[in-house]
């Protein structure tokens, strides 16, 4: 079945460094969406990418999708200590269904 | 507050027993999704309904898990005989129907605990 995997598993940064998360699939990835979790929340959606070579910016975050559709990526310029929690790339996947196919996340921890 | 809304936030049961949760989606959404998700981990999918329909089932969702939406608006998700196993977070998510954006919308969740 589908797998997406996400690098790093785990980022510990000083405050006002630089962070990058990388997803990777094995397959074509029809979207991609990246999802944030404060530690003890729940999923709160960022952002959607479709297009190939897709580059979109959220104040201090930068999305990209691949070229060829198999891998994106989500940069934090500056990190700040709001930043900490899981990052999840997702697909969502299956037609009509729209189910998300969560990647494995990367969890930020900022130190101030 | 407008959001998807689950009940309970915690659950604490014995090994056995059967355990019920409740979501209620945001009101004009029409397709509403159940996921799990263990420690460090990223959330698993479940189940979806669109509408009061249960379109798609995951291998993930045993014999002893049930869920329904029968109105088209909330959902129950029932365990039966609950295992040590079933410890999880259960989150339920929400989206519209139609369009590009596929955003999901997800509740805090119910913490199931199997002692």
């Known amino acids: 079945g589908q797998q997406v995997m996400q690098i790093p598993q785990y980022q510990h940064v000083q405050e006002g460094e630089d962070f990058t998360t990388y997803c990777n699939s094995s397959?074509?990835?029809?979207?991609i969406q990246w999802y944030k979790q404060r530690p003890g929340g729940h999923p709160v959606f960022l952002i959607q990418l479709v297009k190939s070579g897709e580059v979109k910016k959220q104040k201090r975050l930068t999305f990209q999708f691949g070229e060829a559709k198999k891998n994106s990526s989500l940069h934090i310029t500056a990190t700040q200590t709001t930043d900490v929690g899981t990052y999840f790339c997702?697909?969502?996947?299956?037609?009509?269904?729209?189910?998300?196919?969560f990647g494995t996340g990367t969890l930020l921890a900022v130190q101030p | 507050d407008t959001g998807v809304s689950q009940n309970p936030r915690h659950k604490i049961t014995k090994r056995g027993q059967n355990v019920t949760f409740r979501c209620d989606p945001i009101s004009e959404h029409n397709r509403l999704y159940w996921y799990r998700q263990t420690l460090g981990q990223g959330p698993e999918f479940l189940t979806y309904f669109q509408n009061e329909a249960q379109l798609e089932k995951s291998r993930l969702l045993s014999d002893r898990f049930s869920a329904e939406r029968p109105k088209g608006s909330f959902s129950t998700l029932e365990i039966q005989r609950t295992e040590q196993g079933d410890s999880a977070m259960y989150l339920c998510a929400s989206s519209q129907l139609g369009g590009t954006n596929t955003e999901a919308f997800f509740g805090q969740g119910t913490r199931l605990t199997v002692v």
């Open positions: 997702a697909e969502a996947y299956g037609g009509a269904t729209n189910k998300l196919i």
């Open positions: 397959t074509t990835l029809s979207n």
